[in-house]
């Protein structure tokens, strides 16, 4: 990294002043990413290129249909899910937006909360809900709709249905925070003009909560890009993505180079959409946040600029808009909150409802999965607790979860620390490389790691998975600790200083108590990324190192018997218990991006 | 309550516009007329705080009248309830004799200025100030003419076209004002719309509003919860406490006779008396303070015997070094020079604090710590609380 190199520029600096500048303390996580993250990725570039001229690969991939048919199936369905995540999304946002207290509480949660939960659980829920003695078709038949159980799994409608329901918490958490931070009295400047809710909506909100909108979309098309778990479990044969062929293939040693390329075509589509994306919206799209003040130069000036765009729009939106909207404000004033209650409400039952029901038929005492389940009983959880190869594997995933999380902590901690309270040039451009790994798809990143963990005897270590992992969790932890950071107040830090405290005990005494709430949650979102991932583990996990979700991967592809639905359960567990636990500190850190 | 509405003296000199039209003859010759505003026994709760509890207010047509109150008063729940943004709990509001509470805030046809300002930050400033007319459906040549007379009026021609981003705070503020009144509204809401400006700028934007009012005759109901201002802008001024109205009058009035001890000491600066009463005679009570320095007092309190406070702004209070029998012995605490005024504050013999303001002269010394000084007032410059 070139944390050091910036200094070079000034006049000759000593080593111990160096070293006052909290800059270097980047220096331990872009090693860490430097060998685990850039140096795989590279080489996968390199091996896709080894062939007899470089393209060789890349002409295969464009020239045979199987792939390009796929290529574009990926982007038609990403794209439908993004607009999906829009339309419902938006009333979920305004809905969390317009109640309070109690009822924003419950509303908030029931969205947050299926965001935390493993996607592979979330996905079997759904398999659950639409299988053949699955609740939907038990009553469309008790209702006389269908005349017996109907397949709704394994079509294009599940994949999409899925995929929108997985990837719906982002998209409201995105425009929410965009909503939030309006300032309110503007929708009443509007009513006061004269504008109908829905004018003021048309008109005022909208307009303002562009940037969240798009940042929503892109963001949940780019994940749905390289989306593998949903579509392999809820797709039929026509419902391929590009990322489920890399699997595929990865299991033929014959394709090396043709296997890097797929990968490196998944990628770069990936990379062109997020840089397009962060021209219009800017980086900060991606963890959310707001700007890391870069002390070299003024964020303000790029406000006029941004809404220059705006000014274009609403031009056109002169022309044809007055009219509409007169014709909007005169319409009842409770028709805008009906619709967003109704869509919001829809939502609310998309994400809860499935997670409810596996945790119903977790009880269950019939020995296959139908609902309503015919008697209670605990048999499927004594199952589980007595069955060794469960416990191997979700004793290995604990341990894996929480060295993990060391790492992630250790390294995204200092790295928060160096980013936010150094005054190093190119703040953005760092942040950007710590937090990337939340776009490359997993996918491409399990395949990367592969050729590494075999070359340095890493495959099937726990260490090795353990630090797999913690690239996905570092994003996590920096973004929450910068935002904890920004949040502590340099002055109580001076005066401790002018008051004669060292910068250790400075340190000790105001920063850490301060940050520690955000320490601890950011510890348990690195836990719970690692114990729930799935993708890096099947390239990079051995048959002897078995982890919790690659044994659900195993049954859910097998069987569908009650034991994933105690898992399911106990994973739900383990997350309400961990967000109540971090919801003091989430709590906070909303209130210090608004 | 009845009996402190009842007191607003006979203030309004009749005419629309208020007392303050006798200087500019007909500067605000064919404007619109605004609206009269009727508050009565309104109530509004949140959970067990009660935020306006039984207000009553009448405010007539074309008026210039003044929410003010310490925050949480209820002042601005009250602007609120009158906008329509919040739903009453209990009483009503009549606009022109015409109940409101089923007209959404949109069609009440107020203008309204936020504190935020509030102003559409995807819009120009000719867009924010068209917005109203647009909605109101004016047509096209209509709204080109009626936003440059507004801006013109606001002194914002030059900056049409720019974005609220790229302007001033006391410039946003000014197109916040030119949106409120670009409808030429009978009623003009205005919450705290200066307390984000520096003194300088609110003192300047004061008194744009205050010509604005005379030049449009709309009816404005503006919220602060500075006394300054109250004092310098309103026909009438409503001091609220804890939810309720407590007096209604102008501003000399507020001033001169409060009617609560919180009026006296919200509103300017005052010395409160505790003092024994003698002896009443018609408008004139005489009074006893703790040591026995005996002096007059205007009254209009129904009380005869027992104890009474008495205001006596620190303005109204002469001082003296020479000893006189019918001055009260002060000695000097501290004195501070605040340029033209000296800010004296004295103790008496029994402990009582008494502040004094006095102007400045060349031909005497400050006052120090210590010094004797003997303060007496004029029996008309001494008010009994009722």
Known sequence: MSATAVHTAGPTVSLSERLKDPAWLLLPAAAFLAFIYLLPLFDLFRISMSGSSWSVHFERVFAVSLYWDSLVRTMQISFTVALLCLFFGYPTALLIHKTSGWRQAVIATAVVLPYFIAILIRTYSWMVLLGKNGPINKLAVALGIFDQPAQLLFNRGSVLLGMTAVLLPLMVLSIYSSIARQDPSLVRAGQASGAGPLAVFWRVLLPLTLPGMGAGFLLVFVTALGFFITPTLLGGPGDQMFAMHITQQADFATSEGFLQALAVVLLVITLVVVAIAGRFLGFEFIWGGNKLSDSTKPSKQRHPGRWTGGALSAKIADGIGWPLMRLLSRMPVNTGTWTVRALGGFVLMMLTVPIVVVMILSFSKASFLTFPPPGFSLRWYEKFFSDTEWMTAFTNSLIIAAMSAVFAVTLGVMAALGIVRSSIKGKSAIMLLLVSPVIVPPVVLGLSLYSLFLRTDLAGTMGGLAAAHAIGGLPLVVVIMAASLQGVDRRLEQAAAVHGASPLTVFRTVTLPAIAPGMAAAAFFAFLHSFDELVLSLFLSSAQLKTLPLRLWADVNYQLNPVLAVVSTLEVLLVVGGIALARPVLAGRSKALA | ?386
């Open chain 2, 1 to 386: 309550m009845a009996d402190i509405l009842a007191m607003r003296s006979a203030r309004r000199d009749g005419s629309v516009g208020g007392p303050r039209t006798e200087s500019g003859s007909d500067t605000r010759a064919a404007s619109a007329i605004g609206s009269s505003i009727t508050i009565r026994d309104v109530v509004k709760t949140y959970g067990a705080f009660t935020a306006a509890d039984h207000i009553s207010l009448d405010v007539e047509p074309g008026e210039f009248i003044t929410l003010l109150g310490p925050s949480g008063s209820g002042k601005t729940t009250l602007l609120n309830l009158v906008a329509g943004f919040q739903k009453l709990d209990g009483g009503e509001i009549l606009v022109d004799g015409k109940p409101v509470h089923n007209v959404p805030p949109h069609r009440r046809g107020f203008g309204m200025v936020f504190q935020s300002y509030a102003l559409f930050p995807n819009m120009t400033v000719t867009q924010n100030v068209a917005f109203p007319l647009r909605m109101a459906g004016a047509d096209r040549e209509t709204t080109e003419r009626r936003v440059a007379e507004t801006l013109d009026i606001m002194r914002l021609s030059e900056h049409a076209a720019k974005l609220p981003s790229q302007m001033s705070g006391g410039q946003q503020q000014r197109v916040a004002i030119a949106r409120a009144i670009v409808r030429r509204p009978k009623v003009v809401l205005m919450d705290e719309p200066l307390s984000a400006l520096d003194r300088r700028l609110r003192e300047s934007i004061q008194i744009e509003i205050r010509d604005l009012h005379q030049r449009l005759g709309s009816t404005i109901l503006f919220v602060t919860h500075d006394q300054g201002e109250a004092l310098t802008m309103s026909d009438r001024i409503a001091v609220l406490d804890a939810g309720k109205i407590v007096q209604v009058a102008t501003p000399v009035e507020i001033y001169r006779h409060p009617a609560t001890k919180f009026v006296a000491s919200f509103v300017g600066e005052s010395n409160l008396i505790d003092a024994e009463i003698v002896q009443k005679r018609g408008t004139t009570m005489t009074l006893k303070n703790q040591e026995g320095y005996v002096f007059s007092a205007e009254s209009r309190s129904s009380l005869d015997v027992g104890r009474a406070t008495v205001l006596v702004r620190p303005e109204r209070i002469s001082i003296s070094t020479t000893p006189n029998a019918s001055a009260l012995p002060v000695v000097v605490r501290s004195a501070i020079f605040l340029g033209e005024i000296l800010r004296i504050e004295a103790e008496t013999a029994s402990g009582e604090r008494l502040l004094i303001r006095c102007t400045d002269s060349a031909d005497r010394a400050l006052p120090a710590p210590g010094d004797k000084l003997y303060a007496s007032w004029r029996a008309e410059d001494c008010w009994v609380l009722p």
